[in-house]
């Protein structure tokens, strides 16, 4: 990479780092917080609605903020017909569904339902007014700004919701806090953002990015069925509380991931797009971003699942103790999900979202028969599939790496097995030492120390390049 997109580059991932970093450990604060105030069942009530609320919302944004990124220069009427058609979608989706709350409510067989389904998905319509603000400030890599503005929203959200849980509102607490947070996002986007709408709609250039859009929008809606898939089936078949424990465990595993997905996120596509035409640089540029991934996310990620028993027994408490094998079990899911975020990356830089889209459909098609089929064999069994599906997909992805830059296995294995590999013997050799420890605070903080200490060691032995150039950047040197 030239100088200039390495310190671009190097910059956001820093930003991104701080981002989402901070979000999740405000996240991770407020969540024992909210875990010790309420139950499983609040938890299971709220994440029953989670899949209609995550459709909804991808509906909402269709693919515009990809397909803004993907042109090489986004004028005024192309953001000001995203800007429209999302209001547009927004407020004709929220219609919808606050018809469809008693069906909701009757299909899962609970009345209270209907009124939390219908405050709740607000959130659609406050959102569709901040949509073309957001992308504006993700084209443009202003990855400071948009670190202000999640801060500050999840603190306001999560000092509302905390507030309103210890003043005994259950699961309504969830639900404030959640259409508080988009509504904070929204304003913070249009105070950032110096781009504003005018009153001259022409939806025509929103129609022309519908083409490439609307496959990252069937994509989007697959994959959030297939990642909702465990709530549905179990707040229909389960009950509200396994519904609650399994939802626990899927949250940590996904703020631990979301926080090395979102760094990503927000720096891959708009760096990728812009080497996309040097086949030879951009191959080049994925591979140093697949080798900081797995440098960050295995030992992370996998760590999470080690300390997993202790971490829920500290932070949440015995009632949430069942939590603790599921967690130790998506740890793995959560490993590798940065890795299928990297791959998707590469296909959408690449122009070809068909690809992403059809690669996506399937394994989410997959899922959802597999979880479908195996629900009346019990939790365990779900998610072990759930598991090893993604986890052999990364191969399918590699195939269209292999198809569309020319990166060979052996040189993607190359990249990441290492890092894998010195992962889980630090793990394991941490595990087996640390066995005699009984009290459960000083094994928690002994595996942390323990780990860290081991796997940072073994890198900077071993002369890892990627923790050399990342220690170089933070000293000052845009090397990365």
């Not at 991932?13 to 604060?29: I, P």
């Not at 830059?405 to 889980?424: K, Q």
């Amino acid at each position: 990479m030239d100088k200039t997109l390495k310190s671009r580059a190097a910059k956001g991932f820093l930003w991104g780092v701080l981002n989402n970093g901070t979000v999740q450990l405000l996240g991770a604060l407020f969540g024992i917080a909210m875990l010790r105030l309420l139950d499983p069942t609040d938890y299971g009530k709220y994440a029953k609605l989670l899949v209609f609320a995550t459709i909804a919302g991808t509906m909402q944004e269709s693919g515009f903020t990809a397909a803004l990124c993907n042109l090489k220069e986004p004028t005024h009427r192309d953001y000001n017909a995203v800007f429209w058609c999302n209001v547009c979608i927004g407020t004709i989706l929220y219609c919808i569904l606050f018809f469809c709350a008693p069906f909701i409510a009757n299909f899962y067989g609970d009345a209270d339902l209907v009124p939390l389904s219908r405050y709740l998905f607000l959130g659609f319509f406050i959102s569709s007014l901040g949509t073309a603000q957001r992308a504006y400030l993700f084209i443009h890599l202003m990855n400071r700004e948009s670190c202000i503005i999640a801060v500050t929203s999840i603190l306001i959200s999560n000092i509302v919701g905390v507030t309103m849980a210890w003043m005994g509102c259950a699961y309504w607490a969830l639900a404030t806090q959640n259409i508080l947070f988009i509504l904070v996002v929204a304003l913070m986007n249009w105070y950032y953002s110096p781009w504003r709408p005018s009153f001259r709609i022409d939806f025509r250039p929103a129609w022309k990015m519908f083409g490439f859009g609307s496959k990252l929008l069937l994509t989007n809606i697959v994959n959030r069925l297939s990642s909702n898939a465990f709530d549905f089936l179990l707040g229909k078949y389960y009950g509200d509380h396994l519904t609650g424990i399994y939802s626990n465990a899927r949250k940590w595993d996904d703020m631990g991931s979301n926080t090395i997905n979102g760094m990503l996120v927000g720096v891959a596509q708009p760096v990728l797009s812009q080497v996309r035409d040097d086949q030879d640089r951009y191959r080049q540029v994925f591979r140093k971003m697949l080798r900081f991934v797995s440098f960050i996310s295995f030992p992370c990620l996998l760590g999470l699942g080690l300390i997993a028993h202790e971490f829920i027994l500290v932070v949440a408490g015995s009632k949430w103790e069942a939590s603790a094998e599921f967690l130790t079990m998506l740890s793995i899911y959560g490993a590798i999900f940065p890795l299928l975020t990297l791959y998707s990356q590469m296909t959408i830089s690449q122009g070809r979202s068909n690809i992403n889209m059809w690669c996506t459909i399937c394994l989410s098609a997959l899922v959802l028969i597999g979880l479908i089929v195996l629900y009346p064999f019990g939790l365990y069994a779900m998610v072990t599939y759930f598991i090893t599906l993604n986890v052999l997909w990364l191969f399918v992805w590699q195939f269209f790496a292999w198809r569309l830059i020319r990166l060979r296995l052996r040189d993607a294995l190359r990249d990441v097995l290492p890092f894998l590999f010195i992962s889980v013997a630090v793990l394991s050799f941490t595990w087996w030492i640390t066995q005699p420890i009984q009290n459960t605070w000083l094994l928690l903080i002994s595996k942390i120390l323990l780990a860290s200490v081991l796997y940072i060691s073994i890198m900077w032995l071993s002369g890892a390049r990627i923790m050399q150039e990342s220690i170089s950047f933070l000293r000052g040197k845009t090397n990365i």
